[in-house]
């Protein structure tokens, strides 16, 4: 049976994560043992005690959340069979290219934070806003940002009718309205600091470029499928690029699950939460799906 991973991104994330799995196996603790001696401090003590407004601040939610999915990872990678695709959701997909073997684990983590600092550094806080579109179709979201004022766009395509759109934090709220009144039956503005994926992270995807320089990638042992095309790449410059361009783009993880269900037979989240299983089940209903976060998420998965 193909089995294809899927790793989660920014606001799967919680104080007490994988603390079960952690009393059962200990390479989660050693995981994020390692990440802690790259950043500084103590990451697993943060994703444990908290306090939560810590742990979501995006420098350490990014290095938090790769952690937690790699540690995952690690304890899965035995009980199945060799995975056939992996990707990740935004923040996810560097997640997915150390698990796949192209990216340092090390390297990674020091990478995700200084993002993290890239993000919040290119947009002030309260100048950013994103919301949750539900409802409404593809091109009546797009047709409405396109028409605003200011910079508003669409910047995850998570499932079918379900947007979530970024930019100024007044094109937004403006935005919300006019979807509203177009049938949306949801629009609600989401609790983050930084607005991904969208034009104003382009001066956080210079400073990205520019750092992936002193990364060391090579062609992943498990085929990855990136966010901005949903395309695998097996070259480092070209997955350099991907990850460059995903900071401004769009995140396209309708067209990555298509990807996903074409190479497989069935799919497991790896990380905290279970928010990639639920897009799952309404991208395609007939790919299962099994989140895995805890020992009886993991003994319903490998079973």
Not at 115 to 133: N, S, T, Y
Not at 258 to 270: H, L, T
Request: aromatic share 4%.
């Amino acid at each position: 049976m193909n089995t294809g991973f899927i790793f989660p991104g920014q606001g799967s994330q919680s104080v007490g994560m994988l603390a079960e799995l952690a009393d059962k196996f200990d390479e989660v603790e050693k995981t994020f043992a390692d990440a802690s001696e790259v950043l500084g401090y103590d990451l697993w003590k943060l994703t444990i005690e908290g306090p939560a407004e810590d742990l979501n601040k995006t420098e350490c939610t990014q290095p938090a959340l790769l952690a937690a999915g790699v540690s995952v990872w690690r304890v899965l990678k035995d009980n199945v069979s060799d995975p056939a695709v992996m990707a990740g959701h935004s923040l996810g997909e560097y997640t997915a290219l150390v698990c796949s073997g192209s990216l340092e684990f090390n390297d990674a983590i020091s990478l995700v934070a200084d993002r993290g600092r890239f993000m919040q550094d290119a947009v002030p806080a309260g100048e950013g806003a994103m919301a949750a579109i539900l409802g409404l179709e593809d091109d009546v979201v797009e047709g409405i940002c396109d028409a605003a004022e200011g910079i508003v766009s669409c910047a995850n395509y998570n499932s079918p009718g379900q947007i979530v759109i970024a930019g100024q934090h007044s094109a937004v709220e403006s935005v919300i309205e006019t979807l509203k009144e177009a049938g949306a039956k949801r629009a609600i503005l989401l609790p983050v600091s930084v607005p991904s994926h969208c034009a104003l992270m382009k001066p956080a995807a210079d400073a990205l470029e520019k750092r992936l320089e002193s990364i060391t990638m090579t062609s992943p042992n498990i085929p990855v499928i990136h966010n901005v095309d949903a395309k695998m790449h097996s070259e480092p410059a070209e997955i350099k690029k991907a990850l460059v361009e995903q900071l401004h783009q769009p995140v396209r993880w309708v067209e990555v699950m298509g990807v996903v269900s074409e190479n497989s037979d069935q799919v497991i989240e790896s990380g905290p939460g279970k928010v990639l299983a639920g897009l799952s089940k309404r991208i395609n209903r007939g790919l299962s799906c099994y989140p895995v976060f805890d020992p009886a998420s993991l003994e319903k998965a490998i079973s």
